[in-house]
């Protein structure tokens, strides 16, 4: 029996990953539509950054507002903390952003560290997903694509890996992503700041963006509030829940129902609501 030979276009035969070392012929077209990704985020972003939506399955991301300024606010800072309500959308912002730093910069190294190593891999998955339905003439050939870390042709790379003060001590990177850094223990928070920060000052384009919903008053608050008051040189984003389309009033009330007052004004309101260890109530406080 003759052997099938094995496609070398293709990453491990898988049909919608580019291989290293395969020359793609682009057309006209094709060539001003990667310019115009290459200059233009939200482009890219509204034209082939795909997500899976829970009502809509498989569909193009279409920012809505505040996402498209946390895109650009992001893409034009090198330090943004980011207070946001549960589902908003705030992963897939920075999924898309990350995904363009890749595709048009050689040689980028990104972390998108969570405060559990699932979460963090779990984003990890969302960018490959995305990844895969990008045109093949879009993309860089794979060298590695894993749950943990993707490297691609152009030298960039992804690693995916809980908030600790090893995860990426030693390297090198580009850009830090902590997503719900609120609930990474008090201790762990500090140490990973004390080890891995000076890494990232000692570059002067690197970047460090922080993501979360509160989660009492710990070292994401504290850095919250000097951002506000300009301590600090991170700019503030906050969305409140009524910027989502589909969010009012009946919303609130139905959600209030099904869980309570104190939750809505954490996850929702994005209230610092006393010490996350506080036994007692924090509205009698």
């Known amino acids: 029996m003759t052997a099938i030979p094995a496609d070398k276009s293709s990453y491990l035969g ?6 290293i070392n395969t020359p793609v012929q682009m057309s006209p077209t094709e060539v001003d539509e990667y310019l115009k990704c290459r200059t233009d985020i939200l482009y890219f972003v509204k034209n082939y950054v795909k997500i899976v939506h829970p009502d809509h399955g498989e569909m193009f991301f279409t920012p809505w507002d505040f996402q498209e300024k946390t895109i ?12 946001y309500p549960r589902q908003t959308g705030k992963t897939t912002c ?4 990350i995904l363009h730093e890749i595709l048009f910069n050689s040689n980028m190294a990104i972390a998108i560290l969570a405060n559990k190593g ?51 001590r030693g390297g090198t990177y580009n850009m830090i992503f902590l997503d719900e850094f609120a609930f990474v223990q008090h201790t762990i928070a500090n140490q990973f700041f004390q080890s891995v920060y000076p890494t ?39 969305v409140h829940w009524s910027q989502v389309p ?12 099904n869980t309570s007052q104190d939750q809505f004004a954490q996850e929702y309101e994005c209230e610092f609501l006393g010490s996350a260890n506080t036994l007692i109530n924090a509205t009698k406080l």
Do not use: H
Not at 147 to 154: D, M, P, Q, S, T
């Open 14 to 19: 898988n049909p919608r990953l580019k291989g």
């Open 118 to 168: 699932s979460t963090a891999r779990e984003i990890l998955w969302r960018l490959r997903f995305a990844y895969e339905f990008l045109p093949k003439w879009m993309q860089q050939g794979i060298i590695e694509w894993n749950k943990g870390n993707i490297e691609l042709e152009n030298g960039s790379k992804v690693l995916a890996s809980s908030t600790s003060s090893s995860s990426v």
């Open 94 to 97: 920075y999924i898309a952003y």
């Open 246 to 257: 589909g969010r009012d009033d009946a919303w609130k009330d139905e959600t209030v129902r």
């Open 200 to 238: 990232i000052s000692a570059g002067k384009t690197t970047k460090v963006v922080i993501v979360s919903t509160p989660n009492g008053m710990n070292l994401f608050y504290k850095m919250w509030m000097d951002a506000e008051k300009k301590k600090n040189n991170y700019v503030p984003l906050s």
């Open 72 to 83: 650009t606010t992001i893409q034009q800072n090198r330090f943004v903390i980011c207070k």
